[in-house]
């Protein structure tokens, strides 16, 4: 009987302990709202900041205008619709994979540097067993330096067009040091030479050709034109290396002053491809460079004279890339390729040149881009050759801004 008045006790202890913890997990409810809410907030303000370095012209690409922005482009059209952006890495090839947005101009100054080192063997003479030479043999080693600061301009016509314009100017320095052997010294002789002046001028156009996304390849189509406003080689004096017409005068064969240009027009249509695969953008492209044959070419040797050379045609260029750009943060990023060029044998008058062999150049590069600003960004590569005819390393430096 003393038990009964004790339940209502126990009873009241167990719904305080209900109540309590009712409470208390309300209590870490509220506690995982508010974080939540917390979490939201940073995201928001990060979405903020990042659409303030992304600026208007790239906000209206993303959301684009009116009713085009809510409708979604059909796979593979090409249109007014706004376009899906391809995404940006840092480049590390001459042509970008980024196009230009709408009604926007971006001016990129550049300066690249190159430097080569190789050794040249020349036997003037005839052997009688595989180790006698009877002749001369002309032992060079030539060390070329060469620095070109450029300005792009670029513009977007459409959501999907871009067109281009690169002003470059040239500066060369090229050292010979040669002994002639057999000849009775011993003495190395240095030559120096040198070139600046404006290179060629290049113009180019590119159209993204379809929509691409998340799962899909951008593929971009190009076309570029370079003339030859630079000095060519056939404009530069020639040190003759026989004897001069004329003149009791045997030169070393090199030029006094060095060109500038490649000579030749030429006609580039490429094609480019992007392929965003999170965290990493795999890129590549394939392109075929057409040089036009230049006719009754002349070349100016020593003393003012001019050796007829006919119709030369320098080869044409298959190149190709591959590379993979991976975005360290929301400013930074990295990227990795290999570039090679397989160029053709040069032709005067219709025949191939003797001496003159296809030549590979296979360059390894790697590129780093930073974004100071919505309008600025520095990207910075060095390329290091491969193969024996490519230029042992190759720093370039570009800083475009945009308006």
């Given at each position: ?30 506690e ?25 012209a ?30 940006e ?32 063997v ?69 030559f ?6 404006i ?24 076309l ?104 360290l ?10 570039d ?11 025949q ?22 919505a ?29």
């Amino acid at each position: 009987m003393r038990m009964f008045p004790a339940l209502p006790g126990a009873i009241g202890l167990g719904l305080v302990m209900t109540c309590t913890s009712a409470a208390a997990q309300q209590a870490q409810l509220i506690e995982a709202v508010k974080a939540m809410r917390q979490q939201l907030d940073r995201q928001q303000v990060r979405i903020d900041a990042l659409e303030r370095q992304l600026g208007p012209a790239r906000l209206d690409d993303l959301r684009g205008k009116g009713a085009a922005a809510d409708a979604a482009p059909p796979p593979g059209a090409v249109g007014p619709v706004v376009a899906a952006r391809a995404p940006e890495v840092a480049p590390i090839f001459e042509s970008p994979g980024v196009l230009t947005p709408r009604g926007r101009v971006v001016v990129e100054p550049s300066i690249q540097y190159g430097y080569s080192s190789s050794n040249r063997v020349a036997l003037v003479g005839y052997t009688v067993i595989p180790a006698l030479l009877i002749g001369l043999l002309d032992v060079r080693e030539v060390k070329r330096n060469t620095a070109t600061a450029a300005v792009t301009f670029r513009y977007g016509v459409g959501n999907r067009l871009e067109l281009e314009a690169k002003i470059p100017y040239v500066y060369r320095s090229d050292s010979t040091v040669s002994r002639e052997i057999f000849t009775g010294t011993a003495a190395e002789r240095a030559f120096d030479t040198s070139g600046k002046a404006i290179g060629d001028v290049e113009a180019a156009a590119r159209v993204q050709l379809n929509a691409g996304g998340p799962d899909s390849a951008y593929v971009i189509g190009g076309l570029r034109y370079k003339s030859r406003t630079g000095r060519d080689p056939f404009q530069v004096v020639t040190d003759c290396q026989t004897r001069c017409v004329g003149q009791n005068v045997t030169g070393t064969g090199l030029p006094l002053s060095l060109p500038t240009g490649s000579g030749f027009r030429s006609l580039q249509p490429s094609l480019t491809w992007l392929l965003p695969s999170d965290p990493a953008v795999f890129f590549g492209s394939i392109s075929y460079t057409r040089n036009f044959t230049r006719r009754d070419v002349y070349r100016t040797v020593l003393a003012g004279q001019r050796e007829p050379l006919g119709d030369i045609k320098a080869g044409d260029v298959l190149g190709f890339n591959l590379g993979m750009g991976l975005a360290l943060n929301d400013r930074a990023s990295l990227s990795f390729g290999y570039d090679h060029s397989a160029v053709d044998r040069t032709r005067q008058n219709g025949q191939v040149i003797p001496g003159s062999v296809r030549v590979q150049l296979g360059t390894l590069l790697v590129g780093a881009s930073y974004r100071v600003d919505a309008h600025r960004t520095v990207n910075v590569s060095v390329g290091a050759g491969l193969t024996r005819d490519t230029p042992d390393v190759t720093l370039t430096v570009r800083m475009p801004f945009g308006f």
